[in-house]
């Protein structure tokens, strides 16, 4: 089995446990970053408030909407990146070689080529797993109870029932509606800021590997074996953390991209593109629209982040110490 499937499915295994452990959160910051009401922003309620909220007027299920194509979607994002990544990463650490053996460097992966190596492995999964993600976004911001302000507070108990309970609303509800909407084109909605948000994994796998690289080195020097699982975590959730405060901007652009649009006459709630939504935003929201959800996506990401790095370097180890017998010091997915 090669370095690039065993890594591939790792990070898969990673991250759909990481997934299911954070996905309440992610349900909640999504309806945070495309709420457009400005009754419900005064508010400020905070992240476990609105947990509760959610979970008491439209039950705890609601809080995993959407979650198998979620898991589909986080099994594929993660087995495709890692899988192009650790291609991409052979192809750089072998140029690396090769200059030094023309008096070019150290031998060792810089900063910029693993900044390249995460970019273009971003790209393609970007590309081939935007319309999960779509579907995962409609499912997540989909609210099961209707305004009381469209109620008819006369109307028999029956009458209400329905319109508080609206017909289900699965993968299958969604793909229609997206394809009724814009066509085949309207499940890359979104794609343009997801693209730019490519820096982000940049970004943080930039940063893990560097504080990785200097972690492997302190523990040589002090005769230690690889890095414990503890020490992976904290890697990970340090580097995510960078990521997300740089990128967040683009994410609630994205997010607002592909929640059903309005149909009022409201133009405020209606963004022709990624171009006009930066605009609006800007216009009747201010830079305050741009982090909406920011403390509880740091959470997320974070705890999500970490948690995949760790699972998925043991995954990794497991892997290779079946294969090989020897996975105690070939065990991490990258070279010191």
Request: contains cysteine; hydrophobic residues 40%; positive net charge.
């Amino acid at each position: 089995m090669s370095d690039a499937l065993i890594n591939g499915l790792a990070g898969a295994g990673g991250g759909i446990i990481a997934q299911l452990i954070t996905y309440p959160l992610q349900t909640v910051n999504t309806r945070q970053q495309t709420e457009r009401d400005l009754k419900k922003e005064r508010r400020k309620l905070g992240t476990f408030e609105q947990m509760y909220q959610v979970a008491k007027q439209e039950g705890w299920g609601r809080l995993y909407g959407g979650l198998m194509p979620s898991l589909a979607g986080t099994a594929a994002s993660q087995g495709v990146y890692y899988y192009f990544y650790q291609i991409f990463r052979k192809k750089a650490e072998i140029a690396a070689l090769e200059r030094r053996k023309k008096g070019m460097g150290d031998g060792t992966v810089g900063m910029f080529s693993s900044l390249m190596v995460a970019a273009l492995s971003g790209c393609i999964n970007v590309l081939l797993t935007n319309p999960i993600w779509l579907v995962v976004t409609r499912m997540q911001t989909h609210s099961k109870i209707s305004k009381k302000s469209e109620l008819d507070m006369a109307a028999p108990d029956d009458a209400i029932l329905a319109a508080v309970e609206p017909p289900p609303y699965g993968t299958g509800h969604v793909i229609q509606e997206v394809y009724d909407e814009a066509g085949f084109w309207g499940f890359w909605k979104g794609v343009f800021p997801t693209l730019i948000m490519v820096s982000n994994p940049s970004i943080q796998f930039m940063l893990y590997e560097t504080m990785l690289k200097k972690l492997n080195k302190r523990r040589a020097l002090k005769g230690k074996s690889a890095p414990t699982a503890l020490e992976i975590f904290l890697l990970g959730a340090l580097a995510k953390l960078g990521a997300t405060v740089v990128t967040y901007p683009l994410l609630v652009v994205k997010a607002r991209l592909q929640a059903k649009q309005a149909t009022t006459g409201d133009k405020r709630h209606h963004y022709k593109g990624t171009s006009d939504a930066i605009l609006k935003m800007i216009r009747y929201e201010g830079l305050y629209g741009f982090y909406k959800g920011m403390s509880t996506k740091i959470v997320q990401s974070v705890l999500a982040a970490a948690v995949l790095f760790m699972v998925k370097e043991e995954l990794v180890r497991g892997a290779r110490s079946l294969l090989t017998g020897d996975g105690v010091d070939a065990s991490r997915s990258k070279p010191p």
